[in-house]
T-cell receptor, first 117, second 119 residues
């Protein structure tokens, strides 16, 4: 079963506007971590933001914030004031709890974001 | 964030030859590193977990004899693609956790990747 689902293959946004990239996940483990990575055309995976399952508040890192809705099992990434340099592929990922040993990071299929002037 | 480097950034080789890719953690010690493969317009696929001083743990379906992993030091892991064939052409990317706490929130930092083309 797909553990991480990103339903938007591509998104367009105008410069300076906000955009939300969707991510839903599936796990029965009460302890898990959710991550967002950015992959520009150069290929490098850049860590953006992390949300823990027990975190009470939504994570924020500069222009990035994570809209964490635990009951709905969603962890959407919000990018405020989009910039041309935000054009890239964005991956949502999850690691489940470590009670049974190290768990690997599981990635979604990604969303390609294009920011237009 | 922590810095992970990879070398080379791209390599072209002839079919049948072996290619070695290096992954280094530059500002931290990494007891565990990871090797991923990414096909064009696809997500990352974990190939193996590289453990310093011990054998790598390979994911199901990954050929151990084809993709040799050596984690000889706390800052270096190598992936050798042996007897490479055109179907091995791909983007290979490594990552490391500095240092792993054994928690779900351990953040992986990735290298810039290596693009392998086998002719």
């Amino acid at each position: 079963a797909q553990k991480i689902t990103q339903t938007q293959p591509g998104m367009f946004v105008q410069e300076k506007e906000a955009v939300t990239l969707d991510c839903t996940y599936d796990t029965s483990d009460p302890s898990y971590g959710l991550f967002w990575y950015k992959q520009p055309s150069s290929g490098e995976m850049i860590f953006l933001i992390y949300q823990g399952s027990y975190d009470q508040q939504n994570a924020t890192e500069g222009r990035y914030s994570l809209n964490f809705q635990k009951a709905r099992k969603s962890a959407n990434l919000v990018i405020s004031a989009s910039q041309l340099g935000d054009s890239a592929m964005y991956f949502c990922a999850m690691r489940e709890g470590m009670n049974t040993g190290f768990q690997k990071l599981v990635f979604g299929t990604g969303t390609r974001l294009l920011v237009s002037p | 964030g922590a810095v992970v480097s990879q070398h080379p950034s791209w390599v072209i080789c002839k079919s049948g030859t072996s290619v070695k890719i290096e992954c280094r953690s530059l500002d931290f010690q990494a007891t565990t590193m990871f090797w991923y493969r990414q096909f064009p317009k696809k997500s990352l696929m974990l190939m193996a977990t590289s453990n310093e001083g011990s054998k790598a743990t390979y994911e199901q379906g990954v050929e151990k004899d084809k993709f040799l992993i050596n984690h000889a030091s706390l800052t270096l892991s190598t992936l050798t693609v042996t007897s490479a064939h055109p179907e091995d052409s791909s983007f290979y990317i490594c990552s490391a956790i500095p240092p792993p706490k054994g928690l779900a929130g351990d953040t992986e930092f990735f290298g810039p990747g290596t693009r392998l083309t086998v002719l």
